[in-house]
């Protein structure tokens, strides 16, 4: 084999590496996303699930601030709900409470905020928020 042929053949093989490393590279940043986004769908639910159970208790409305106002702070185990999603990821909700006050047509209600994180290099990162306002109806 003459030198020339020599550098087509290593020049056509750095060629295939590199097509297969852009390959690789591609499938690895579709995974990447694929993750990102089911952790987004599992946000989305989670608050959904959440903001349902909050405006389900409108019957205990009396009871609505006992039941959710200690719910507010993410960093605090305790101050916090947490759910595990797909991929062994957990999610983490929060809930605020306004005070009462006229919503619409001169009702009396709160508005609820839930916001959904997730713990990423040391840090909460928001995914989610859902406001809603509940109203008694007594």
Do not use: C, K
């Not at 959440?50 to 959710?68: D, G, K, P, T």
């Not at 605020?96 to 959904?116: A, C, D, H, Q």
């Amino acid at each position: 084999m003459s030198g020339g042929q020599t550098l087509l053949a290593i020049g056509g093989l750095i060629l295939l590496m590199n097509i297969t490393m852009s390959i690789n590279r591609s499938q690895i940043n579709s995974l990447t996303d694929t993750f990102d986004h089911q952790l987004t769908l599992d946000a989305v639910n989670y608050g959904q699930s959440v903001i349902e159970v909050i405006l389900y208790s409108v019957r205990e409305y009396s009871e609505l601030e006992a039941l959710y106002e200690n719910y507010s702070d993410v960093t605090n185990p305790n101050n916090r709900l947490s759910y595990e999603a797909s991929f062994g990821d957990t999610l983490y909700a929060t809930i605020g409470l306004s005070e009462e006050t006229i919503l619409i047509n001169n009702v009396y209600g709160r508005r609820v905020s839930v916001f959904v994180y997730t713990y990423e290099n040391n840090e909460y990162s928001l995914l989610v928020e859902y406001i809603a306002s509940v109203n008694s109806i007594w």
